[in-house]
């Protein structure tokens, strides 16, 4: 079993920045490639970005390329996303999620998530 635990959410201007933390307990962190997917109020869950488990390899989903860093710390047990350059259309609240494959296609399917975190609420106002 793997616990997952989001923090930084907030209220944030839009063009602004907030960095999302996610906490993980249980078995060992380094052995699960770490995803970030968000929902918006009416929407389907969707992914943002994933890192290998050693964070040798990262993919992004094409609406945060260039905005959204993905990283993590296995000595801390830690996955952050970094977000810069903040529009409206990325408030939902974000979530993540641990799997043991890592899809180097870059297509991250939610159902295929191992362990998933309660979530932490990102607002972007205009």
């Known amino acids: 079993q793997v616990q997952l635990v989001e923090s930084g959410g907030g209220l944030v201007q839009a063009g602004g920045s907030l960095r999302l933390s996610c906490a993980g307990s249980?078995?060992?962190?380094?052995?699960?490639?770490m995803s970030w997917f968000r929902q918006a109020p009416g929407k389907e869950r969707e992914f943002v970005a994933a890192?290998?488990?050693?964070?040798?390899?990262?993919n992004y989903a094409d609406s945060v390329k260039g905005r959204f860093t993905i990283s993590r710390d296995n000595a801390k047990n830690m996955a952050y996303l970094q977000m810069n350059s903040l529009k409206p259309e990325d408030t939902a609240v974000y979530y993540c999620?641990?799997?043991?494959?890592?899809?180097?296609?870059?297509?991250?399917?939610?159902?295929?998530?191992?362990?998933w975190g309660k979530g932490t609420l990102v607002t972007v106002s205009s």
């Open positions: 999620a641990a799997s043991m494959t890592y899809y180097s296609d870059g297509y991250f399917p939610p159902e295929a998530m191992e362990y």
């Open positions: 890192i290998k488990w050693g964070g040798s390899r990262t």
């Open positions: 249980g078995r060992p962190f380094s052995s699960y490639a």
